[in-house]
């Protein structure tokens, strides 16, 4: 067993490891198997001092709910942090417009967006159902770029909604989801959340724009999860040869190994607390721990920047 390093929230007496597991990756694996994968990538991130989980309803419409609380639901409460997500509710009978925009494995339950008070306290309570955890630390507003008329709808009713389950007590922390930095902004500048999932707006490939986001965020003490390193696979796609390349270059001057610089991009930032991955394949566990203690030279990321592959 070893441990992570840990960053406190601003305002809360929450500590979170500087990498963190979220559940998405397991989306697209069904069956007993899948079930026997997610529960090896939980255990061996444990294993490994990961102590912040991230799920959603949406993620294989419950099934990676089902299973990250399948491997977390014997440890000590007080040993981890978990988040959930509200604003897409699962309907077990198809009724409404259902949004999969993203995950093919459905589970049979369609989901449904829904940011009426009554819909995002719903969405939380059947979260906690369906991971067998009766409390999450964290509940972030989910979908807002996947729902119709979702951030209007989530501005208007869907974060009052969640803040009222911050003063009622039944969470802790409340933030957004958001990827990308408009949207973002449009929460930070009404609402007073704890926390801003940046969802692939603030990794190394991506985060342009980013810079007045994390400022405000600084200046607010919000903490920010900076989610997607890997932008959900994209980053090893074809589209993004180019930019590898000449990542790859100063990497290999430095004696910089890649995945060490993807992984470790966003904690350079003061109010970011966590970077949260995913994967599928338990080998992977090692392999993204591992890149985070990599040492990385500070003229590296002067390099990059005097390559303009660092915006800030
Ligand atoms: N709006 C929101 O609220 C929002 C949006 C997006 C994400 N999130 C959260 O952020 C989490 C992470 O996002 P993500 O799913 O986009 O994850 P990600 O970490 O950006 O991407 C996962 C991809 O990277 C690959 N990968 C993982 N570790 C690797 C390694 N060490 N070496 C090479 N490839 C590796 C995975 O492949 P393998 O599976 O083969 O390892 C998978 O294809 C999600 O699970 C979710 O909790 C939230």
Redesign the pocket.
Known sequence: MTSLSKRKHPRHDAWFTELSL????WSGLGGAEGDQIAAKVVEDAWDAGVRYF???PY?GSGLCERRLGTGLVWKAPSDFLLST?VGINLDPFGRGASVNRHYRHHAGFAPICDYSESGIRQSFETSLHRMGIPSADIA?M?G?SICDGGIEAALETGMPALLRLREAGHVRMVGV???TPAIAMAFLERYDIDLL?F??GFSLMDHKGAEAVIAACSNRDIGVIA???????R??LDENTAFRGRLQSLCTAFGVPE?AAVIQFALRYPPVLSV??????PA?VA??VA?LHEHIPVGFWDALRDDKLLGF
């Open positions: 979220g559940a998405a990756s991230d799920t959603a993620y997500k972030y989910h807002l989801g958001a990827n999932l969802a692939g989610a997607s390193p890997f932008a959900s696979g980053y090893f995945n949260l991955w995913s994967t599928k394949n992977n392999r993204t890149a």
